[in-house]
C-alpha cells in the first residue's frame, strides 16, 4: 500500500503538503449509473418484456431463467460498481515540499505513475466549465514542466483555485532555496 | 430433449466465478496501490460484503427452485401454441 509517510524515493525533510482525489461528484455518477442498471429489469418487467410478467406466465423454465439471469445482472452491477470504485480510489496527486506525483489509474490493468519536481514547474492553471463545477467548486488544474513533456492535469478536483496558489507557493518557495 | 433445470446453473456457476475473480482484481489493486489505512481497508470490506450481499440474494431464489426438474420444448417453447 501506499504510505504517505514514506513515499518512494522520499527525499530528506520532504513533507506532504497536498493529497488529492477526485471530486465526491464522481461518486455520485457512479451511482447514478448504478441506479439506471437497476432500472433496467424494473423497466422491462413493468412494459411486459421479463419472463413472468406476461406471455411466458407458467412457465417454469422462463422463471428459472429470469430468476437466474437477474441474480447474474447484479452480479454484473456489483463489477462494474467496484471497477469504477477502485479507478476513482486509485487516481491520486500528492504534492510535496519537493515535487508533484501523478498517480493515475485507466481501469484495471493500466496506470500511469509520474513525478515532476517543483523546481521544473513553469506554469500552473486551474480551469473551471459548466454549471455544477461552478457551484461545487471543482475542475481541473494544469501543470505545465518546461521542456515538452506531457502537462500534468489534476482531473476534478476539489477546490481547483485554493490548490493551484497551494502549487504556485510551493514551487516558489522550491526556487527560493 | 429433456434435461433437468440444474443444467442452468452451470452458467450462472461461470457468472459468480467470474464475479469472484473480478472482486479479486479490485481487493489485490486497492491492497497493492491504495493509500494506507482505515478508508481503504473499509473499501475492500464492503466489496467483499456487497459480494456476499450478491452471493446471499442468488441463493434465496436458488433454494426456492425444484432443480431436479426436468424441462423439454414444451416449458422451453410454452408461448408458442402447440
Known amino acids: 500500500m501506499l504510505s504517505l509517510k514514506k513515499l518512494p524515493n522520499q527525499r530528506p525533510g520532504e513533507t506532504v503538503e497536498l493529497f488529492l482525489r477526485r471530486h465526491w461528484i ?71 515540499s519537493e515535487r508533484i506525483i501523478n498517480i493515475e489509474q485507466h481501469g484495471l490493468f493500466k ?35 518546461a521542456g515538452e513533456r506531457q502537462r500534468f492535469q489534476f482531473k476534478n478536483i476539489d477546490n481547483q483555485d485554493a490548490v493551484k496558489e497551494k502549487i504556485i507557493g510551493l514551487v516558489q518557495q522550491c526556487k527560493a532555496r | 430433449m429433456e434435461f433437468p433445470l440444474s443444467v442452468l446453473l452451470l452458467p450462472y456457476a461461470l457468472v459468480v466465478a467470474l464475479g469472484g475473480l473480478m472482486l479479486f482484481f479490485n481487493l489485490y489493486h486497492l491492497a497493492k496501490f ?16 456487497g459480494f456476499l450481499l450478491c452471493l446471499a440474494v442468488s441463493f434465496e431464489v436458488i433454494l426456492l427452485g425444484d432443480w431436479s426438474r426436468v424441462v423439454g420444448p414444451s416449458d422451453i417453447f410454452s408461448f408458442v401454441a402447440f
Open chain 1, 26 to 96: 464522481d461518486l455520485v455518477k457512479i451511482f447514478l449509473l448504478d441506479l439506471g442498471l437497476c432500472l433496467v429489469p424494473i423497466a422491462l418487467y413493468v412494459s411486459g418484456f421479463w419472463p413472468g410478467s406476461s406471455g411466458l406466465n407458467g412457465s417454469v423454465f422462463w422463471d428459472t431463467v429470469a430468476s437466474l439471469g437477474l441474480s447474474g445482472y447484479l452480479m454484473f452491477i456489483l463489477v462494474i460498481t467496484m471497477t469504477e470504485l477502485t479507478d476513482y480510489w486509485l487516481d491520486t496527486w500528492i504534492v510535496t
Open chain 1, 111 to 145: 496506470r500511469t505513475v509520474s513525478e515532476l519536481p517543483l523546481d521544473q514547474v513553469q506554469d500552473v492553471t486551474s480551469e473551471t466549465h459548466g454549471f455544477l463545477e461552478t457551484f461545487l467548486t471543482y475542475g481541473d488544474v494544469y501543470i505545465q514542466s
Open chain 2, 34 to 49: 491504495g493509500l494506507e489505512g482505515g478508508k481503504t481497508l473499509s473499501l475492500m470490506c464492503a466489496y467483499v460484503l
